[in-house]
């Protein structure tokens, strides 16, 4: 009986743990969702702008008065004299103040010329030294005459006429070394002022070397006449300028260009 008893308390414990719950491993699968970013590149597009070219003409300034007043004379006095037209002028320039200085305006002495045992009428004037004597002329044309005789005329001069006719920075250079002046920057000023203005035109016109036949308008334009060889680009580089601003300026439809025509250049 016992063992009858014990039989069935067995197999009734084999029957509850069968029924129970069973624990079973439960995979969870995590997914990872990959994240995707949208990155917004921002193109900044350069786009061409146009600019257009204005040309101002301006009226003529007090220096371009004084070269279209005294170049003609400039000249005259470098064929008699063989001093460059274009150191001439660039020391007429300098030295009167562009006609404006008083010796220039009271005593038509344009070039500073002290009296040196000279004969003629006299002006008292402060420079180096207080009321220093001047010479005075009854016109211009005459300074310029006596300009040429002053330096001609005097043994420590004679080193620039050895000089080629077209060079005015020995000239500039020999003036200062001979004493002309007493500023140490004198050869540079005048170097600038032939180069500014162009000056150098006027020693090749005198020597016929010139490639190109200018009239001066003013300082913002030159009249140029159109000789074989020239384009618009040539000329464009010549003075600094664009062959857009050229044709603008002379209302040029193409880039052809005539011999003898005349067209204005921005400069």
Known sequence: MK???????????????????KKGIVTKEKKQKSK???????????????VEETVEIR???STDMYIET??????????KSKIPASITLAQGILESGS?????????????????????????????DRSQECFRKY??????????????????????LFKLKPDDYKGWARGLKKAGYATDKKYPQKLISLIER?????????VLGNE??????????????????????????????????AIKDLNNLSSNNLALGQEIMIPN
């Open 211 to 244: 490639n190109v036949k200018v009239v001066r308008v003013n300082s913002g334009v030159v009249r140029h006449i159109i000789e074989k060889g020239d384009t618009l680009y040539s000329l464009a580089k010549r003075y600094n300028t664009t062959v857009k």
């Open 197 to 205: 203005y162009r000056l150098y035109e006027y020693d090749n016109e």
């Open 59 to 61: 009226p003529p300034s």
């Open 138 to 159: 009854n016109e211009a044309r005459t300074s310029y005459e006596d300009h040429s005789k002053f330096l001609t005329g005097r043994g420590r001069y004679a080193g």
């Open 3 to 21: 063992l009858k008893l014990k039989y069935i308390v067995l197999i009734l414990s084999v029957l509850a743990f069968g029924c129970g719950p």
């Open 36 to 50: 995707t970013e949208t990155v917004e590149i921002s193109e900044t597009k350069t786009k061409d702008t146009k």
């Open 70 to 79: 005294y170049a003609e004379i400039a000249k005259d006095e470098m064929r």
């Open 99 to 127: 006609g404006k200085g008083r010796l220039a305006v009271k005593a038509n002495n344009h070039f500073g010329i002290k009296c040196h045992g000279w004969k003629g009428a006299k002006i008292y004037h402060d420079d």
